[in-house]
């Protein structure tokens, strides 16, 4: 059985992969600093992790090679969408020069640098192995801006993370992708559609991402996909993959974001 990693799984996107990749077979380890609480299947492992520590994080990757092995890191560790409301005031989309140092921290710390740390951790194992993916969840942000200068920054260098990584993986057999979702039905995404605030008509699971993973990592192309930018739906109309509910979502695109500043 495969063993996979996933980081920030305590809810969103994170959790929604993990229980994906539990349902395709996956021996599936879940990190997250809430994750003892997180509504989780039994056989999914919960590791409780907080990503900006060090310790935390080498202690994860002690437990996943006392396990076997490791074939598949799915990076979602993210604090990005917290504190959008900040004494009354909506401050997400500010200018840079009024953004709170917090959201710095939870993008880049808590996202980016985790990030980073936790596939310096993987790659040693998958490279013994010969095998591995390596998954960075990123977004259209790193290409033009969407909400705030921060944003950019983070998911930017992830992508250019996710690169530069692969070519170094090059040669071991391993692949890094940046996976970018389209619209995710998360908790928080939910409770602003309830609001009004969206329209959910092509919207995606956060289990449909895990679908979309667990395919692309017995893709025999996967290394030729290895370092590009993947877009969730368009790999899944690919790969013949469908959403829980049957559909396939239509895959998001920067002229279809044109209007989303």
């Known amino acids: 059985m495969d063993t996979a990693l996933v980081t920030g799984a305590s809810r969103g996107v994170g959790k929604g992969v993990a229980v994906a990749l539990a349902a395709a077979g996956f021996k599936v380890f879940a990190t997250g600093r809430s994750v003892g609480s997180a509504d989780l299947p039994a056989p999914i492992e919960r590791i409780h992790c907080d990503h ?6 080498q202690a994860v990757f002690r437990r996943i090679e006392d396990a076997g092995g490791l074939a598949v890191l799915v990076n979602s560790a993210w604090g990005g969408y917290e504190r959008m409301m900040e004494n009354g005031e909506f401050t997400w989309p500010a200018p840079f020069w009024q953004q709170s140092p917090h959201r710095w921290s939870s993008m880049i710390d808590a996202g ?3 990030a980073f740390f936790a596939s310096a951790y993987a790659a040693r194992i998958m490279i013994r192995q010969r095998r591995g993916l390596i998954v960075n969840i990123s977004y259209w942000a790193a290409q033009r801006h969407l909400g705030n200068t921060v944003y ?3 998911k930017a260098a992830t992508d250019k993370m996710t690169s530069d990584m ?3 993986l090059r040669g071991y057999g391993v692949a890094a992708i940046s ?3 389209g619209l995710v039905r998360t908790e928080r995404v939910l409770a602003a559609a309830q609001g009004g ?3 959910l008509t092509n919207s995606e699971s956060p289990e449909f991402i895990g679908k979309v993973v667990a395919a692309l990592y017995t893709d025999p192309g996967l290394l030729k996909r290895s370092g590009t930018v993947i877009v969730a739906a368009e790999a899944a109309r690919e790969l013949g993959i469908v959403d829980t509910d049957g559909r396939q979502p239509v895959p998001l695109s920067l002229e279809a974001l044109a209007g989303c500043e």
């Open 52 to 57: 900006t520590s060090d310790t935390d994080t």
């Open 112 to 114: 980016v640098r985790a």
């Open 152 to 154: 950019g920054i983070a």
């Open 166 to 168: 692969a070519r170094e």
């Open 179 to 181: 996976l970018y979702p």
């Open 197 to 199: 605030w969206l329209d």
